[in-house]
């Protein structure tokens, strides 16, 4: 397990060259700011989940639809934990255009003992590669997003353009 480490490591990084795609920009330029902010649902209830079910990111988004972002949130056993990621967001056609499929994969830190166990490839220490597929709607720079949380939960968020 104490291999994982590195190979987060080596999927964040192969995200971030990823919003370079096109050459003319450099990873770090951005279109426009979005925040988001939401509660999760689990598929099945446990003793063993505390606290409140918060969830906020901050993204920044391209023009070419790649993205980068940080999401703060109490995981479901009350410990503080943060994804950094980048990914990509595709557009559904025509009279579809507003709806959206979202995949982001970066790092995951925060499920610590006794948790560590209850996210994949989590090493010692709390650091876990993480790939998060997602369901939205945005319009005039407000939306809404469903994201599915492995076989554990769905997180549920509304956002904004600033």
């Known amino acids: 397990m104490k291999k994982i480490f590195p190979l987060a490591v080596l ?3 192969l995200s971030t060259a990823c919003l370079a795609a096109d ?16 509660t ?4 099945s209830s446990s003793k063993d989940h505390d606290g409140p079910n918060l969830f906020g990111a901050l993204e920044a988004q391209k023009s070419n639809d790649w993205l980068y972002g940080l999401a703060l949130f109490d995981n479901s056993f009350g410990q503080f934990s943060q994804y950094l990621y980048g990914g990509k967001t595709w557009h559904f056609p025509d ?7 979202k995949l982001t994969a970066g790092v995951i830190h925060g499920y610590k003992e006794p948790w560590d166990d209850k996210i994949p490839f989590n090493s010692s220490n709390g650091w876990a590669p993480g790939v998060i ?15 599915f949380l492995g076989n554990s939960a769905l997180l549920f968020t509304v956002g904004m353009d600033f």
């Open 40 to 43: 999760y649902i689990h598929y």
């Open 23 to 38: 050459d003319t920009e450099k990873w770090y330029e951005y279109d426009h700011l979005y925040f988001h902010a939401g």
């Open 11 to 13: 999927l964040t990084a």
């Open 133 to 147: 597929p997602s369901l939205g709607y945005k319009k005039n720079g407000f939306g809404g997003d469903i994201i």
């Open 95 to 101: 009279d579809w255009e507003n709806f959206h499929f």
